[in-house]
């Protein structure tokens, strides 16, 4: 057996392990806020969207609902700022990616891991060129170092006069190219300092810490 495919099972058997651990745990704080969802808005507590997985295979990626249950037809697939379609209730669990929770049992059904690369939706994935199709080749996961990077990406895009043009030509870019890098270098070791990094991240109640990317045209 190669030592990459023994640290991939190492890797695989740990993200189960603490995923099936998280919900057990976390199941009383499930109960509670799909409850809130459901008392405040009218709808389903779990949102499920399609994002593109492993080798380019679709899935349905588990979250919280943190929108009306109409928010697609009513705007576009980016969040910005104050988004109007984003519940009271949401407005909070989004703000500490509460609404993410649920990602685990994706991690259980195999189709996330806990850290790589965050899973676009295919409208953005059909952008990529074909060095930023590597980022397929990793099963998307929970969190990666472009969310800690981003934290405050809904206010950053809220700054921009066309918030999808910033992110397509500007954001999603530099995220895959953080994801590249990392990546290339991961270990267990280093996934375990992303989780741990999330967390810190997700316990500042600013949002510091996001930049809008210098482009290759301002480089010097």
């Known amino acids: 057996m190669s030592m990459e495919l023994e640290a991939m099972m190492v890797r695989r058997a740990f993200d189960m392990t603490a995923a099936a651990l998280g919900l057990v745990v976390l199941s009383p704080l499930f109960l509670v806020l799909a409850l809130l969802i459901r008392s405040t808005s009218p709808g389903p507590a779990f949102f499920r969207q399609e994002r593109v997985g492993l080798h380019g295979r679709p899935f349905r990626m588990f979250k919280f609902r943190s929108m009306r249950h109409d928010a697609e037809a009513h705007g576009g697939q980016l969040t910005v700022g104050a988004d109007p379609r984003v519940t ?9 990616k509460l609404d993410e929770l649920p990602q685990l049992i994706n991690v259980l059904r195999g189709e996330m ?3 790589g690369p965050r899973p676009e939706v295919p409208r953005y994935v ?12 990793m099963r998307p ?5 472009a969310s800690i990077v981003y934290r405050g990406e809904s206010e950053l895009l809220a700054s921009s006069s066309d918030a999808e043009a910033t992110y397509v030509n500007s954001i999603m870019p530099h995220k895959l190219e953080l ?7 991961r270990t267990l070791v280093s996934d375990i300092g992303i989780l741990f990094a999330t967390v810190a991240k997700l ?3 600013d949002a510091d810490g ?3 990317p210098v482009t290759k045209q ?3």
């Open 218 to 220: 301002q480089r010097t």
């Open 113 to 115: 891991a806990l850290v």
């Open 203 to 205: 316990a500042k109640r």
């Open 126 to 137: 059909a952008l990529y060129d074909e060095r930023q199709r590597q980022v397929l080749e």
């Open 210 to 212: 996001f930049f809008l």
């Open 141 to 145: 996961g929970v969190t990666d170092p």
């Open 88 to 96: 009271r209730v949401g407005s909070v669990i989004r703000r500490y």
């Open 179 to 185: 994801n590249l890098e990392y990546l290339a270098r």
